[in-house]
């Protein structure tokens, strides 16, 4: 069964740079499929952030482009996002999720809640 | 302000039938398949319904989903107090971007 599980800190500063991981078991992320990180602002809905194809490829949400980058490791089985220059408005809880081209994200992580505060 | 539109809420009784619609454009329900997700309060968003109207394995059949040209539809009938939670429907764009409906809260009167 593919597992997903997010990790990092759970407060960032203002104008600080937010990172998370995503460890991934069950499944070997060098094989194929992206993997994507989705948040949910308190009370809101969802905004896929963005993608990245096991092969490096990337592919990001237009409105954060200019602040996100997603990595991935291939010899530790995860993938990461970097999200810069933070304001209130990025405290979300973020997820991370397994898709196929042009298919739904079918595993999700638990998600992880980024307070973004001083 | 999401790409997707949904209603921002709906309701039923116990044993209707309820829809939820999602409305998007030609660059992506238009020209791609989509999903529905259900995410019961507290937790991560689980997959209902793929590729228009694919349920997938453990996802009882009451749950069933359309799509006609630029919208699509979730519906649920036999309508359980367990159903209560967020639906959310997406879809793939041109760009291979993602895009979300703003979500439907379901409420079982």
């Known amino acids: 069964q593919v597992q997903l599980q997010e990790s990092g800190p759970g407060l960032v500063k203002p104008s600080e740079t937010l990172s998370l991981t995503c460890a991934v078991s069950g499944y070997s992320i060098s094989s194929s499929y992206y993997w994507g990180w989705i948040r949910q602002p308190p009370g809101k809905g969802l905004e896929w952030i963005g993608n990245?194809?096991?092969?490096?490829?990337?592919n990001y949400n237009p409105s954060l482009k200019s602040r996100v980058t997603i990595s991935i490791d291939t010899s530790q089985n995860q993938f990461s996002l970097n999200l810069s220059s933070v304001t209130a408005a990025d405290t979300a809880v973020y997820y991370c999720?397994?898709?196929?081209?042009?298919?739904?994200?079918?595993?999700w992580g638990q998600g992880t809640l980024v307070t973004v505060s001083s | 302000q999401s790409v997707l539109t949904q209603p921002p809420s709906a309701s039923g009784t116990p044993g209707q039938r309820v829809t939820i619609s999602c409305s998007g454009s030609?660059?992506?329900?238009?020209?791609?398949?989509v999903n529905w997700y259900q995410q019961l309060p507290g937790t991560a968003p689980k997959l209902l319904i793929y590729s228009n109207d694919q349920r997938p394995s453990g996802v009882p059949d009451r749950f069933s989903g359309s799509k006609s040209g630029t919208s699509a539809s979730l519906a649920i009938s036999g309508l359980q107090s367990g159903d209560e939670a967020d639906y959310y429907c997406a879809a793939w764009d041109d760009s291979r971007n993602v895009v979300f409906g703003g979500g439907t809260k379901l409420t079982v009167l």
């Open positions: 030609s660059s992506n329900i238009g020209r791609n398949t």
């Open positions: 990245i194809y096991h092969s490096g490829n990337t």
């Open positions: 999720a397994r898709s196929r081209s042009y298919l739904p994200f079918d595993f």
